[in-house]
Protein backbone atom coordinates (compact mmCIF):
# COMPACT_ATOMS: atom_id res chain seq x y z
CA UNK A 1 0.00 0.00 0.00
CA UNK A 2 1.25 3.11 -1.06
CA UNK A 3 1.44 5.70 2.30
CA UNK A 4 1.73 9.68 2.09
CA UNK A 5 2.13 11.88 4.65
CA UNK A 6 0.33 15.42 5.19
CA UNK A 7 1.55 18.37 7.48
CA UNK A 8 3.39 21.39 8.34
CA UNK A 9 7.04 20.12 9.10
CA UNK A 10 8.26 17.20 7.48
CA UNK A 11 5.76 15.22 5.75
CA UNK A 12 5.41 14.37 2.18
CA UNK A 13 3.02 17.06 1.39
CA UNK A 14 2.03 20.67 2.77
CA UNK A 15 -1.98 20.43 2.11
CA UNK A 16 -4.12 17.15 1.74
CA UNK A 17 -5.28 17.99 -1.90
CA UNK A 18 -1.42 17.67 -3.12
CA UNK A 19 -1.32 14.28 -1.21
CA UNK A 20 -4.82 12.91 -3.19
CA UNK A 21 -3.33 14.13 -6.60
CA UNK A 22 -0.51 12.01 -6.08
CA UNK A 23 -2.31 9.04 -5.60
CA UNK A 24 -2.65 6.80 -8.96
CA UNK A 25 -6.04 6.03 -9.49
CA UNK A 26 -6.30 2.55 -9.22
CA UNK A 27 -3.45 2.39 -6.14
CA UNK A 28 -4.27 1.67 -2.77
CA UNK A 29 -3.40 4.18 -0.56
CA UNK A 30 -3.27 5.59 2.92
CA UNK A 31 -2.92 9.60 3.54
CA UNK A 32 -1.63 10.16 7.11
CA UNK A 33 -2.35 14.00 8.35
CA UNK A 34 -0.46 15.06 10.85
CA UNK A 35 -2.64 17.88 13.80
CA UNK A 36 -3.85 21.11 11.80
CA UNK A 37 -6.17 23.36 10.31
CA UNK A 38 -6.53 23.21 6.92
CA UNK A 39 -8.24 25.92 4.90
CA UNK A 40 -8.82 23.26 1.95
CA UNK A 41 -11.46 22.16 -0.59
CA UNK A 42 -11.01 18.13 -1.15
CA UNK A 43 -11.53 16.16 -4.12
CA UNK A 44 -11.26 12.66 -4.44
CA UNK A 45 -12.39 10.43 -7.47
CA UNK A 46 -9.30 7.78 -6.14
CA UNK A 47 -10.33 4.19 -6.35
CA UNK A 48 -9.36 2.42 -2.60
CA UNK A 49 -7.98 5.19 -0.40
CA UNK A 50 -7.88 5.87 3.67
CA UNK A 51 -7.54 9.18 5.21
CA UNK A 52 -6.23 8.92 8.87
CA UNK A 53 -5.67 12.03 11.00
CA UNK A 54 -2.98 12.19 13.78
CA UNK A 55 -4.52 14.58 16.57
CA UNK A 56 -6.78 17.69 15.89
CA UNK A 57 -7.58 17.85 12.41
CA UNK A 58 -9.53 20.25 10.94
CA UNK A 59 -10.50 20.56 7.06
CA UNK A 60 -12.92 23.83 6.01
CA UNK A 61 -14.30 25.64 3.49
CA UNK A 62 -17.04 27.87 3.52
CA UNK A 63 -18.74 27.54 0.08
CA UNK A 64 -22.40 27.69 -0.19
CA UNK A 65 -25.53 27.16 -2.10
CA UNK A 66 -26.32 30.76 -2.58
CA UNK A 67 -23.10 32.14 -3.81
CA UNK A 68 -23.66 33.17 -7.60
CA UNK A 69 -20.88 32.45 -10.11
CA UNK A 70 -20.31 31.59 -13.64
CA UNK A 71 -23.22 33.07 -15.87
CA UNK A 72 -25.10 33.73 -12.69
CA UNK A 73 -25.87 30.52 -11.87
CA UNK A 74 -26.01 29.56 -8.37
CA UNK A 75 -23.34 27.30 -6.87
CA UNK A 76 -26.08 25.12 -5.74
CA UNK A 77 -26.12 22.57 -2.89
CA UNK A 78 -23.93 20.03 -4.15
CA UNK A 79 -21.03 22.59 -5.47
CA UNK A 80 -21.17 23.89 -1.94
CA UNK A 81 -18.85 20.56 -0.07
CA UNK A 82 -16.24 21.06 1.78
CA UNK A 83 -14.94 17.57 0.61
CA UNK A 84 -15.77 15.21 -2.03
CA UNK A 85 -15.37 11.61 -1.85
CA UNK A 86 -16.06 8.78 -4.89
CA UNK A 87 -14.33 5.81 -5.98
CA UNK A 88 -14.94 2.00 -4.33
CA UNK A 89 -13.49 1.78 -1.32
CA UNK A 90 -13.00 5.09 1.06
CA UNK A 91 -11.84 4.90 4.94
CA UNK A 92 -11.96 7.64 7.20
CA UNK A 93 -10.13 8.34 10.43
CA UNK A 94 -10.45 11.10 12.49
CA UNK A 95 -11.42 14.22 10.69
CA UNK A 96 -13.28 16.91 11.03
CA UNK A 97 -15.31 18.65 7.93
CA UNK A 98 -16.32 21.73 8.40
CA UNK A 99 -18.56 24.18 6.48
CA UNK A 100 -18.20 27.26 7.92
CA UNK A 101 -20.74 29.27 5.91
CA UNK A 102 -23.66 29.78 8.51
CA UNK A 103 -27.13 30.03 8.98
CA UNK A 104 -28.97 28.66 5.65
CA UNK A 105 -31.43 31.34 5.94
CA UNK A 106 -28.46 33.83 4.27
CA UNK A 107 -25.89 30.69 3.26
CA UNK A 108 -28.51 28.32 1.40
CA UNK A 109 -27.42 24.49 1.28
CA UNK A 110 -23.95 24.12 2.58
CA UNK A 111 -22.22 20.59 2.36
CA UNK A 112 -19.39 19.54 4.57
CA UNK A 113 -18.92 16.28 3.59
CA UNK A 114 -19.94 14.81 0.09
CA UNK A 115 -20.09 10.86 0.02
CA UNK A 116 -20.17 9.42 -3.50
CA UNK A 117 -17.86 6.20 -2.82
CA UNK A 118 -19.33 2.63 -3.07
CA UNK A 119 -18.18 1.52 0.49
CA UNK A 120 -17.20 3.87 2.84
CA UNK A 121 -16.43 3.66 6.86
CA UNK A 122 -15.60 6.53 8.78
CA UNK A 123 -14.76 6.57 12.08
CA UNK A 124 -14.60 8.87 14.86
CA UNK A 125 -14.99 11.96 12.38
CA UNK A 126 -16.70 15.43 13.21
CA UNK A 127 -19.50 16.56 10.67
CA UNK A 128 -19.67 20.51 11.29
CA UNK A 129 -22.25 22.94 9.38
CA UNK A 130 -25.97 24.20 9.28
CA UNK A 131 -28.25 23.19 6.08
CA UNK A 132 -27.35 20.21 4.58
CA UNK A 133 -23.82 18.94 5.99
CA UNK A 134 -23.97 15.28 5.11
CA UNK A 135 -24.98 14.15 1.60
CA UNK A 136 -24.78 10.67 1.42
CA UNK A 137 -25.23 9.72 -2.85
CA UNK A 138 -26.78 8.67 -5.31
CA UNK A 139 -29.03 11.77 -6.75
CA UNK A 140 -32.57 11.25 -7.50
CA UNK A 141 -33.27 10.45 -10.77
CA UNK A 142 -35.19 13.43 -11.53
CA UNK A 143 -34.56 17.37 -9.95
CA UNK A 144 -37.55 19.34 -9.10
CA UNK A 145 -36.17 22.52 -9.91
CA UNK A 146 -33.59 23.59 -12.86
CA UNK A 147 -30.32 22.61 -12.41
CA UNK A 148 -30.78 21.50 -9.23
CA UNK A 149 -28.31 18.39 -9.11
CA UNK A 150 -25.34 20.68 -11.08
CA UNK A 151 -22.39 19.28 -9.50
CA UNK A 152 -19.42 16.61 -10.02
CA UNK A 153 -21.96 13.50 -10.60
CA UNK A 154 -25.49 15.20 -11.80
CA UNK A 155 -24.96 13.60 -15.35
CA UNK A 156 -23.66 9.99 -14.15
CA UNK A 157 -25.95 6.99 -13.72
CA UNK A 158 -27.05 6.53 -10.42
CA UNK A 159 -25.66 3.69 -8.49
CA UNK A 160 -25.86 2.34 -5.23
CA UNK A 161 -23.77 3.31 -2.44
CA UNK A 162 -23.19 1.70 1.15
CA UNK A 163 -21.69 3.91 4.33
CA UNK A 164 -21.19 3.22 7.86
CA UNK A 165 -20.13 5.60 10.54
CA UNK A 166 -19.38 5.15 13.64
CA UNK A 167 -18.53 7.15 17.36
CA UNK A 168 -18.98 10.16 14.98
CA UNK A 169 -20.78 14.05 15.85
CA UNK A 170 -22.89 15.22 12.96
CA UNK A 171 -24.56 18.80 13.50
CA UNK A 172 -26.90 20.80 11.51
CA UNK A 173 -30.03 22.43 10.98
CA UNK A 174 -31.96 21.48 7.73
CA UNK A 175 -32.58 18.25 6.26
CA UNK A 176 -28.63 17.87 7.62
CA UNK A 177 -28.20 14.09 6.79
CA UNK A 178 -29.52 13.83 3.04
CA UNK A 179 -29.59 11.86 0.27
CA UNK A 180 -30.37 8.47 -1.95
CA UNK A 181 -27.59 5.94 0.18
CA UNK A 182 -27.58 3.17 2.47
CA UNK A 183 -26.29 4.30 5.42
CA UNK A 184 -25.82 2.97 8.75
CA UNK A 185 -25.26 5.59 11.74
CA UNK A 186 -23.48 3.70 14.89
CA UNK A 187 -23.15 5.34 18.43
CA UNK A 188 -23.23 8.49 17.02
CA UNK A 189 -24.10 12.27 18.14
CA UNK A 190 -26.55 13.60 15.85
CA UNK A 191 -26.80 17.34 17.31
CA UNK A 192 -29.51 20.13 16.10
CA UNK A 193 -28.34 23.81 16.01
CA UNK A 194 -31.39 25.09 14.84
CA UNK A 195 -35.01 23.76 14.46
CA UNK A 196 -35.58 21.93 11.02
CA UNK A 197 -35.60 18.46 9.81
CA UNK A 198 -32.57 15.71 10.74
CA UNK A 199 -32.93 13.23 7.56
CA UNK A 200 -34.16 13.63 4.35
CA UNK A 201 -34.04 10.80 2.52
CA UNK A 202 -34.51 9.99 -0.76
CA UNK A 203 -33.13 6.46 -1.72
CA UNK A 204 -35.07 3.41 -3.39
CA UNK A 205 -37.62 1.31 -2.24
CA UNK A 206 -35.95 -1.82 -2.31
CA UNK A 207 -32.86 -0.20 -0.45
CA UNK A 208 -32.12 0.04 3.10
CA UNK A 209 -32.33 3.57 3.57
CA UNK A 210 -30.80 5.75 6.65
CA UNK A 211 -30.28 3.52 9.65
CA UNK A 212 -29.17 5.14 13.02
CA UNK A 213 -28.56 2.23 16.04
CA UNK A 214 -27.44 3.27 19.40
CA UNK A 215 -26.88 7.52 18.85
CA UNK A 216 -28.43 10.35 20.37
CA UNK A 217 -29.93 12.81 19.22
CA UNK A 218 -29.30 16.16 20.90
CA UNK A 219 -29.94 19.83 21.02
CA UNK A 220 -28.61 22.54 23.48
CA UNK A 221 -30.57 25.80 21.69
CA UNK A 222 -33.12 24.78 19.57
CA UNK A 223 -37.25 24.71 21.46
CA UNK A 224 -38.87 22.00 22.17
CA UNK A 225 -40.26 20.23 19.69
CA UNK A 226 -38.59 22.31 16.89
CA UNK A 227 -36.74 19.18 15.04
CA UNK A 228 -38.49 16.69 13.25
CA UNK A 229 -36.64 13.52 12.60
CA UNK A 230 -37.13 12.80 8.94
CA UNK A 231 -39.20 14.57 5.89
CA UNK A 232 -38.93 12.60 3.02
CA UNK A 233 -36.76 13.98 -0.04
CA UNK A 234 -38.32 11.76 -2.36
CA UNK A 235 -41.89 9.77 -1.82
CA UNK A 236 -39.46 6.15 -1.53
CA UNK A 237 -36.77 7.54 1.59
CA UNK A 238 -36.32 5.52 4.58
CA UNK A 239 -34.88 6.16 7.60
CA UNK A 240 -35.02 3.84 10.59
CA UNK A 241 -34.01 4.49 14.22
CA UNK A 242 -33.44 1.37 16.63
CA UNK A 243 -32.14 2.03 20.42
CA UNK A 244 -31.72 5.33 20.02
CA UNK A 245 -32.18 8.79 22.43
CA UNK A 246 -34.12 11.74 21.28
CA UNK A 247 -34.14 15.26 23.55
CA UNK A 248 -37.21 17.35 23.90
CA UNK A 249 -36.51 19.12 20.93
CA UNK A 250 -37.51 16.61 18.80
CA UNK A 251 -41.17 17.08 17.90
CA UNK A 252 -44.03 14.64 18.89
CA UNK A 253 -45.11 13.72 15.22
CA UNK A 254 -41.32 12.66 14.77
CA UNK A 255 -41.59 13.09 10.98
CA UNK A 256 -43.14 15.04 8.78
CA UNK A 257 -44.23 15.31 5.10
CA UNK A 258 -41.95 17.33 2.45
CA UNK A 259 -43.92 20.93 1.53
CA UNK A 260 -45.80 20.87 -1.54
CA UNK A 261 -45.66 16.37 -1.88
CA UNK A 262 -47.94 15.85 1.66
CA UNK A 263 -49.99 13.53 -0.67
CA UNK A 264 -46.81 11.54 -0.61
CA UNK A 265 -46.37 10.88 3.18
CA UNK A 266 -47.75 7.15 3.22
CA UNK A 267 -45.46 6.13 0.42
CA UNK A 268 -42.34 7.25 2.84
CA UNK A 269 -40.95 4.60 5.53
CA UNK A 270 -40.27 6.06 8.86
CA UNK A 271 -39.50 3.21 11.38
CA UNK A 272 -38.25 3.27 14.96
CA UNK A 273 -37.98 0.43 17.27
CA UNK A 274 -37.08 0.18 21.42
CA UNK A 275 -36.58 4.15 21.56
CA UNK A 276 -36.83 6.67 24.50
CA UNK A 277 -39.77 8.24 22.66
CA UNK A 278 -43.41 6.80 21.91
CA UNK A 279 -44.48 6.35 18.28
CA UNK A 280 -47.56 5.41 16.34
CA UNK A 281 -47.66 1.78 16.11
CA UNK A 282 -47.81 1.96 12.46
CA UNK A 283 -44.60 3.00 13.13
CA UNK A 284 -42.57 0.50 15.39
CA UNK A 285 -40.43 -2.79 14.31
CA UNK A 286 -39.51 -5.43 16.23
CA UNK A 287 -36.36 -5.85 17.64
CA UNK A 288 -36.09 -8.92 14.67
CA UNK A 289 -37.16 -6.86 11.79
CA UNK A 290 -34.39 -4.23 13.37
CA UNK A 291 -32.07 -6.86 13.32
CA UNK A 292 -32.50 -7.80 9.31
CA UNK A 293 -32.32 -4.12 8.40
CA UNK A 294 -28.91 -4.13 10.24
CA UNK A 295 -27.43 -7.35 8.29
CA UNK A 296 -26.99 -5.45 5.14
CA UNK A 297 -24.11 -3.13 7.16
CA UNK A 298 -21.98 -6.31 8.41
Known amino acids: MLRITVGKKDEDYTSIQEAINAVPYLTEAEIVVSEGYY ?8 DNLRLRGI ?4 VSNSDCGYEILDRGMKRGTFRSYTAFFSGRSLSINNITFRNGAGDGSYAGQAVALYLDAEDAHLDNVKLLGHQDTLFLAPLPEEERERNGFYGPRHLLPRKRC ?6 SYIEGTVDFIFGGGDALFENCEIKSIGKGFVTAPSGSKDWTGLVFKDCRFSSDCCE ?8 PWRKEGKSTFISCSFSDHIAAELFTPWPGHEDEKDECTFRICACNRSAEERYLISHEESERILVFFS
Open 39 to 46: SEKLFSDK
Open 55 to 58: GNVV
Open 224 to 231: NGSVYLMR
Open 162 to 167: RTVIRD
